[in-house]
């Protein structure tokens, strides 16, 4: 029988750019619970489907997805934009099988000859010494597993200059490779292409490719919808100013030999400065949890950028708790229970970003609850890094911690008390 959960949609603030998650109720069936049946294939509710789900959170404007429509990196419509790079291999657009929506295109080489497989047309607006990053979801199908994700750089009279390659190995499974390089001097275009690194026949399906400015891999977005700003969580029946935790998976846009020039904020719940639950860093290194005007739990992470993380922040009536990678910093003895009016809590701060800092950077995923996180349970989200936890996980947290909302990478967050009616409260 269906069962009703209510399911929260990110919405984008027209004047100020502030993505928010709005509450919707809705009626979901068992396997829509856990994922979504997408060509008879069952698919976890993680976004682009990638190792490395991303994307919850700040995005930079210096990171958003470069503009390109010759890309079509989706092949939702057709394959335009899109060729064979050698004799030998032909590409096609499919409907049986996707990484991201419901089209793929697929390449099938008959091994005659090496670099076969699909190659876009020359992108252009590209800047000489700028850092970019493609991302490509890729799976195999038969033959052949050794592919190679690759970036040829061209002058404005599309010149050829160097290339950058990864080579990667398939599986059976949508995988995500990235490969981050550096525009030569003159690169001012650029082709990507996904090809066989020797003659051997294979089969396989490419999706979900995408070229990014910086050195991350972003969630796919092909309509370019990314902003600057920040994700909020509703507080209400998720955490409580007396007892609560919040733990998430980043990935820093800054390193810890940066001195800090503002309040980096990765988590925050306030009405005013007496009234307030907010995690945040106060100078490079050193990551603090503030509840009121009471002592604050104090945490230590030397980072440099692109370096992940598990950071965590927990509270009952009597003490705050912080923790990063696994391991528990320094609690604090605090009694101060605040009265919070805001219905909302921050995910980042945007007020950094105005002085240049990539505020919360990006998460690849939030999980809150409203009871209290053992050590065993902050060593298992630790355990869990880059991938977005399934229910299944979750549920091996101590029945006393009572998470109570998943967000992914992208897509809805989940409300999880559907989930684990048995969790102690």
Partial sequence: MPATISRLHARTHQRTGLRRLTLAAGVVTPEERKGTIING????????????????????????????????????TNTTGWTNNAAGGVISRITTDSGFGAACLQTVNDGTGANQGPITSALTGLTAGNVYTVGVLAKSVSGATAIRVQIEWFTVLDVSISISTSDVTLTTAWQKFALTATAPALGVHAKISVINTAASAATYNVDGVQLDNGAVALPFDPANTRVAGRVQLPAEGIVTATQGWIVGRLIFGWGSTIPATATNALFSWVTDTPNRIVSNWNDATTLNLLRSTGTSATQTLAHAVGDHATVGMGWTA??????ANGVTGTPAANATIPVITQTAIDIGNQAVQAVGREAADTFLWVLAG?????????????????????LSKIAR????????????????????????????Q
């Fill in 41 to 76: 294939q069952w698919r976890p509710a993680t976004g682009d489907f990638a190792s490395q789900p991303g994307g919850l959170g700040v995005y930079p404007a210096a990171n958003a997805a470069v503009v390109d429509a010759t890309l079509n990196g989706d092949f939702e």
């Fill in 318 to 323: 009597t003490e705050l708790t912080t923790d």
């Fill in 370 to 390: 409203k009871g209290v996180r053992t050590a065993a349970d902050i060593a298992l989200t630790d355990s869990w890094g880059d991938g977005v936890p399934s």
């Fill in 397 to 424: 947290l101590c029945p006393g911690s009572y998470p109570t909302c998943l967000v992914p990478g992208t897509g809805d967050a989940i409300l999880l008390p559907a989930y684990f009616e048995g969790a102690a």
